[in-house]
C-alpha cells in the first residue's frame, strides 16, 4: 500500500492527448477542393450487403464511363481535366450512404453520381444537400427523391409513377389492337417502397380503364417459396398476371408458375426484376420467352448503346439498365461539368438544372429538368423474344411486333 | 461519485467536440458512434445487467421510430411533443413484451428467441398497415429547424443524442449503485438465489425491459429525426437488433462504459477497414468479421474486461 494510487490526473491528461490527436486526425484534414488537377466525382452504390449484385452492375456503368470521358482528352473546357472516382458503398443501408457523403463532401468531390435503391437516394439526396454536392440520382424510382425541393438532386431516369402510368397506357393500347383479350389482372409485388408503390398505382388506375384487379398479393423480400402464390394465381385464373419485385423473386415466381403450368394470357411486368435482364434470358430461357415488361430500357436503334453493350459483354458481364443508366449519368455529369465551365458545385448544379444534353442513348430526347426530375424520360415496353429482349412498343423504338396474348 | 463526474467531463468533453471540430464527416462519425452507444447502452441494461439477452430489441428501436414518424407525418404533432411519446410507447411495448415472456418464465434461449419473434410479428405488421406507410414506408418532411428537431447544423444532432447518451450513462450508473441495480445483477447471477432472498424476480426483470424499451425507443427517435424516413426493415429487421448486443458484447457487458467503448472500437474499426479497402467490395467487412470474432473469442468480457483484469492484478499486488 505504499505505492501511490494511480495518477488518475496524468492518465487524464495521456489519454485526453490522445484523443485531441485523433479528433485532430478525424476533424482537420484540409477540405481538399483543389482547383487544379483531377476532378472528384463521388460513385456511391450499394457493392455488399443484399443489394450487391445490383450495386456492382452500377458501378461497373459509372467507371466505363469515366474511363471513356479520360481517354477521350476529360474534360475540356477544364483544360482536359480527367475525372477521377471517388468509390463509396452504402452497404445497402441509408446510414451508410449518409457516412460515405460525408466521407466525399470532406475528399472535395464535385458532384455525387449513385445510389441506386430508393431508400438509400432518399438518405444521400440530402445529405449532400447540406453541402451542395449535385447528385445524379441514377436509378432510385421513388418519385419522393425529387419531390422534396432538393435543388442538388437531379434523377435522368424516369420515377415508378411514369413508368406506372405509362405501363398502363401502353397495356391498354396493346390489349385494344389485340381485340380485348384481356379483362382481368392480379398484382403480385414485393413488400418495399418499389413494389408496393407501383401496386397501389395500378390497382388505382387500371379499374379506370375497365380492367378488374381480381387480387393484389404481396411477398416479403426475400421469398424462396411461391408455390402458394402460383396456386392461388391458378385459382384466380386471371387473364394477365404483372409481377413488381426484385430479380430473384421475379425469377423463382416465373419457374413455379412454368412447373405448375400456369400460363396467363400475358405475363406483364412494371419494373421487373428480372424480364429485361440478359441474365434471366440466358439462364432460364424457357421461363423467360413471351414474358412482357416496361422497364429503363436504350434506344435500340442507337449504335452507341449497341456498342456499349458489346463492350459490356465483353468484360462478360450483363447489359443490365444499372450498367447504362450509370453510364448515361456519368456523362450528363461531365456535360454539366463541361458547360459549367467549372468544378465548382455550384456551377455544377445550375449546369444541371439548364441541362438540355442530347447526346445520350436513352428514349428520353434531349434533357429537361424541372425540380430535379428529367421531364422527358420514360420506359419502353419489352418483350423476350427468341432469347433476345425486343422492344415491342411504341412504335418509334419497336423492332419487332408485341406477341400477344402469348401462347406456350 | 467519481464515475458521476467522469460521466459529466465526458458529456462536456463531446459537447465541446462542434466548437474544435468542423468537418461534417468527423462529426457524423461522432454522432453515429453515440447512436450505437445509445443502441448498446440500452440492450445493456437488460442484457448486461439483468440478464436477459434479447435478439430482437428492433421491436423497441421500430416502435420509437414509427411513433415519431406517424405521429409527425399523420397526426401533424410537434417533434418535441411527439419524443415522449415515442419513448412512452417503447416502454409500453417492454411492459408487454416483458409481461408476457417473463410470466411464462421465458429465460435464455427461449426469451432471445421470443423477442427476435415479437420483432418480426412487427415488421410484418408494420409492412400491412396503411397509417405506418406500409412497405413503402414513412418520410419525415425537411424543415431544417430546430423546433421541429430537425437541425441545420449536425451539431444540433450531436446534442440530441448526447443528451439520450447521458441520460443512458446516469440510468447505468444507477443500476450500478442503487437497491433496485443490486436486485437486477442478482437476478442476472442466480435467479433462484435471487427468489429465495425475496427479489421479486418479475418486476424487477419487467422494470428492466420497460427502462431499455424507453432507451431503444429515443434511438429510434434519433433515426428517424436524423434521416427522415423509416420503413419496416430498418425499423423492425434484424440490422437493429445485432447493432444493439454488438456494442456491449464488444466493450463489456453489465458494465457502465463498456456499451461506449464497444460503439467507439467498432466505429473505429468500421471506419478504418473502409479507408484502408475502400475499392474492393466486402474486404473491409470480412476483415471488420475476422477482427470481431478474434475479440469475441479472446475477450469474452469484452474490452472493458481488460481494464478490470488490469484493475484486479493491480490490487492484488498492492495488497
Known amino acids: 500500500m505504499t505505492q501511490p494510487k494511480r495518477s488518475t490526473r496524468r492518465r487524464f491528461l495521456r489519454h485526453s492527448t490522445a484523443l485531441a490527436a485523433g479528433a485532430g486526425v478525424l476533424g482537420f484534414p484540409a477540405i481538399v477542393r483543389a482547383q487544379s488537377g483531377p476532378i472528384k466525382v463521388g460513385v456511391l452504390h450499394p457493392v455488399t450487403g443484399f443489394l450487391a449484385y445490383s450495386g456492382n452492375l452500377s458501378r461497373l456503368g459509372a467507371r466505363i464511363a469515366i474511363d471513356e470521358i479520360n481517354a477521350a482528352g476529360g474534360i475540356k473546357a477544364l483544360g482536359g481535366a480527367k475525372i477521377e472516382a471517388v468509390l ?182 412494371v419494373l421487373g426484376g428480372a424480364a429485361s435482364s440478359f441474365k434471366f434470358v440466358k439462364e432460364f430461357p424457357d421461363v423467360a420467352n413471351g414474358v412482357i415488361d416496361v422497364n429503363h430500357w436504350y434506344n435500340p436503334k442507337d449504335k452507341r448503346a449497341l456498342a456499349l453493350r458489346k463492350k459490356v459483354e465483353g468484360m462478360k458481364e450483363f447489359f443490365t439498365y444499372e450498367v447504362f443508366l450509370n453510364y448515361q449519368c456519368v456523362h450528363l455529369l461531365a456535360d454539366a461539368i463541361e458547360r459549367a465551365k467549372s468544378r465548382d458545385r455550384d456551377a455544377i448544379v445550375n449546369a444541371l438544372a439548364s441541362s438540355t444534353w442530347s447526346g445520350h442513348f436513352m428514349p428520353y430526347g434531349p434533357t429537361q429538368f424541372v425540380n430535379g426530375q428529367n421531364q422527358g424520360a420514360r420506359p419502353l415496353v419489352l418483350q423476350v423474344l427468341q432469347n433476345d429482349i425486343k422492344v415491342i412498343l411504341p412504335n418509334t423504338y419497336a423492332q419487332t411486333e408485341p406477341v400477344f396474348p402469348w401462347k406456350a | ?208 425491459i420497460v427502462i431499455s424499451g424507453v432507451l431503444m425507443a429515443a434511438g429510434g427517435a434519433f433515426y428517424v429525426q436524423y434521416l427522415h424516413y423509416i420503413d419496416p426493415h430498418i425499423a423492425y429487421g434484424l440490422g437493429a437488433s445485432v447493432e444493439a448486443l454488438l456494442a456491449p458484447i464488444v466493450g463489456g457487458m453489465g458494465t457502465v462504459w463498456g456499451p461506449l467503448l464497444g460503439a467507439a472500437l467498432l466505429h473505429a474499426l468500421g471506419e478504418t477497414t473502409r479507408n484502408l479497402m475502400g475499392d474492393a467490395p466486402g474486404i473491409n467487412l470480412a476483415a471488420y468479421g475476422v477482427v470481431l470474432v478474434l475479440m469475441v473469442s479472446f475477450m469474452p468480457r469484452g474490452v472493458m474486461g481488460l481494464f478490470q483484469a488490469r484493475g484486479a492484478a493491480r490490487g492484488s499486488t498492492h495488497a
Not at chain 1, 468531390?109 to 435503391?117: L, P, Q, R
Not at chain 2, 411492459?95 to 421465458?106: C, E, K, M, P, T
Not at chain 2, 437497491?179 to 426483470?205: H, I
Open chain 1, 88 to 269: 463509396g458503398d452504402a452497404q445497402s443501408k441509408p446510414e451508410v450512404g449518409v457516412a460515405e457523403v460525408e466521407k466525399m463532401n470532406q475528399g472535395g468531390v464535385s458532384a455525387i453520381v449513385g445510389a441506386y435503391a430508393s431508400a438509400i437516394c432518399l438518405a444521400t439526396t440530402q445529405a449532400a444537400a447540406k453541402y451542395n454536392i449535385p447528385h445524379v440520382v441514377d436509378v432510385g424510382v421513388a418519385d419522393q427523391i425529387v419531390e422534396r425541393g432538393l435543388k442538388n438532386t437531379f434523377r435522368f431516369a424516369p420515377g415508378y409513377k411514369v413508368v406506372s402510368q405509362e405501363a398502363i397506357n401502353y397495356f391498354h393500347i396493346m390489349n385494344t389492337l389485340a381485340g380485348k383479350p384481356a379483362r382481368t389482372i392480379m398484382i403480385i409485388h414485393e413488400e418495399s417502397l418499389f413494389g408496393t408503390g407501383t401496386a397501389n398505382l395500378l390497382s388505382r388506375e387500371l379499374p379506370g380503364l375497365g380492367y378488374e384487379v381480381k387480387e393484389v398479393i404481396k411477398h416479403a423480400n426475400p421469398t424462396r417459396d411461391f408455390n402458394n402464390i402460383v396456386l392461388r394465381i391458378k385459382a384466380v385464373n386471371p387473364d394477365i398476371v404483372i409481377p413488381a419485385n426484385y430479380y430473384n423473386e421475379y425469377a423463382l415466381l416465373l419457374r413455379t408458375m412454368k412447373q405448375q403450368n400456369v400460363q396467363p394470357k400475358a405475363i406483364f411486368s
Open chain 2, 1 to 208: 461519485m467519481r464515475e458521476l463526474a467522469a460521466i459529466a467531463v465526458f458529456a462536456l468533453a463531446v459537447a465541446a467536440v462542434p466548437a474544435f471540430v468542423t468537418s461534417g464527416y468527423a462529426l457524423n462519425v461522432v454522432i453515429m458512434t453515440l447512436y450505437a452507444a445509445l443502441l448498446g447502452q440500452a440492450w445493456n441494461i437488460l442484457g448486461g445487467f439483468g440478464g436477459q439477452f434479447s435478439f430482437g430489441h428492433a421491436v423497441f428501436f421500430g416502435t420509437g421510430a414509427y411513433a415519431m414518424a406517424v405521429l409527425q407525418v399523420k397526426f401533424g404533432w410537434n417533434a418535441w411533443a411527439a419524443l415522449p411519446a415515442a419513448l412512452a410507447l417503447g416502454g409500453a411495448m417492454g411492459a408487454l413484451i416483458g409481461a408476457l415472456s417473463f410470466r411464462y418464465g421465458l429465460r435464455g434461449s427461449y426469451f432471445a428467441l421470443v423477442t427476435l419473434a415479437f420483432a418480426e410479428v412487427f415488421r410484418i405488421l408494420a409492412n400491412t398497415f396503411d397509417f405506418t406507410g406500409a412497405g413503402v414506408g414513412l418520410m419525415v418532411p425537411l424543415a431544417a429547424t430546430a423546433a421541429r428537431m430537425q437541425f441545420a447544423s449536425p451539431a444540433g444532432y450531436l446534442y440530441l443524442i448526447l443528451g439520450f447518451v447521458v441520460a443512458g450513462f446516469v440510468v447505468s450508473w444507477w443500476l450500478k449503485h442503487s437497491r433496485y441495480g443490486a436486485w437486477l445483477q442478482a437476478v442476472r447471477d442466480n435467479e433462484e438465489s435471487a427468489a429465495a432472498l425475496g427479489v421479486d424476480v418479475f418486476g424487477v426483470k419487467l422494470r428492466a
